[in-house]
């Protein structure tokens, strides 16, 4: 099984800690709910232990079944990302639905209303 070099942990953890940089930024801005935040905050964190701590990561490298560390860190952010898409489209089925219903109430109190013309 291959180990990651030094450049490529050294690389993996900037990255890490730019996103969690970026994360906190937007949450400070008000331009990310502190309800998603802590999602992104544990992926980095995650990220950083593995490649950091070799041990965890060569667990994970069998566990999986892969040869190389940089595929499983690949394997680990597309299910990650597939796991957030999941959940914006509940996030986006629930706010839709309750659009819809809102809708369809403002057309019936706009029906109950007599016109005041």
């Known amino acids: 099984m291959t180990m990651m070099s030094p450049r490529q942990t050294a690389f993996t953890v900037v990255l890490?800690?730019?996103?969690?940089v970026l994360v906190v930024e937007l949450v400070r801005r008000r331009r990310l709910r502190?309800?998603?935040s802590w999602l992104w905050v544990l992926a980095t964190a995650l990220t950083?232990?593995?490649v950091s701590?070799?041990?965890?990561l060569e667990a994970v490298i069998?566990?999986?079944g892969a040869s190389k560390a940089?595929?499983?860190i690949f394997?680990?952010?597309i299910a990650f990302l597939a796991v957030v898409c999941v959940h914006l489209c509940v996030k986006l089925t629930e706010v839709s639905s309750k659009t819809q219903k809102m809708a369809q109430k403002m057309?019936?109190?706009g029906k109950r209303e007599p016109e005041t013309r």
């Open 16 to 20: 890490a800690l730019a996103v969690f």
């Open 34 to 36: 502190e309800e998603y």
């Open 48 to 50: 950083v232990v593995l």
């Open 53 to 56: 701590w070799t041990p965890a």
């Open 62 to 64: 069998s566990l999986s």
């Open 70 to 72: 940089t595929t499983v």
């Open 75 to 77: 394997m680990l952010a």
């Open 107 to 109: 057309a019936i109190m």
